[in-house]
Structure formats: structure tokens, C-alpha cells
């Protein structure tokens, strides 16, 4: 089993937003959306669905910018 960054995608509230990809990047998503789907059961998402939970991942993951944040955080408590 192939060992993901993203679990399944919760079925939320549709919000529209504008944005323009690089073909290779759609393509991307497209191919981790088939993927996900196999490894979670479920069918496959729309690859823009994808693009919240890699951006909240991405964030909860970056060590800088939780370091940077706590700072910023303890800075405005002072």
C-alpha cells in the first residue's frame, strides 16, 4: 500500500474559486486522485478537490512556517 500524505476527502460544501493551473500540475492531480481512490475505497474525487486538503497538509506540515507563526504568535502576546 502506498503510503499518502492525504486521507480521504471529506465531502464538504462546494465554494467556487478561480484559478489557473500549469497543465502538468492538472495532470498531477488528476493521477493522485485515481490513486487516493484506489488506496481509500472511494471513488474518484475531482482533482480540484484535492488542491484544500494538499494546501492544510502542506501548511500543518511546514516546520518553518509553524515556527515562524509561534513567533509571530508570542510577539503580539508581549
Known sequence: MTKLKLGPIADDKAVKIALELPAA???????YAAVLARETGQPTADPMKLIVPMLERFIATDRGFAKARRKNESAGNN
Open 25 to 31: 500540475l492538472h495532470r498531477d492531480l488528476t493521477a
